[in-house]
């Protein structure tokens, strides 16, 4: 079984800045693609950055100059580094990760519980 952990959520006030990590863990043969989506109260889910397994990184539009995304793949761990954060920000963000267990024909999508990010005025 594969399970993904996130962390580094927290309360934080505008301006400030904030790491996220997501760490997968279990049976993994790879992981391939993994990202950050982010849900704020009232609002549908979005996508928030992604990363490929060779690092090659695209960012949504509200958060680029601002979110830097990366990966350390002997760790199959994920980063969200945030500055320069918005009340608009304020969100649960949740880790995802497409990945090819030791007993899978192919990659699957996995889901995080989530970390809420909270920033204050």
């Known amino acids: 079984q594969v399970q993904l952990v996130e962390s580094g959520g927290g309360l934080v006030q505008a301006g400030g800045s904030l790491r996220l990590s997501c760490a997968a863990s279990?049976?993994?043969?790879?992981?391939?693609?993994m990202g950050w989506y982010r849900q704020a109260p009232g609002s549908q889910r979005e996508l928030v950055a992604t990363?490929?397994?060779?690092?090659?990184?695209n960012y949504a539009d509200p958060v680029k100059g601002r979110f830097t995304i990366s990966r350390d793949n002997a760790k199959n761990t994920v980063y969200l580094q945030m500055n320069s954060l918005k009340p608009e920000d304020a969100a649960m963000y949740y880790c995802?990760?497409?990945?090819?267990?030791?007993?899978?024909?192919?990659?699957?999508?996995?889901w995080g519980k989530g970390t809420l990010v909270t920033v204050s005025l």
């Open positions: 995802n990760a497409d990945v090819v267990s030791d007993s899978g024909w192919y990659g699957m999508d996995y």
């Open positions: 279990g049976s993994i043969f790879r992981v391939n693609n």
């Open positions: 990363i490929t397994s060779g690092g090659m990184t």
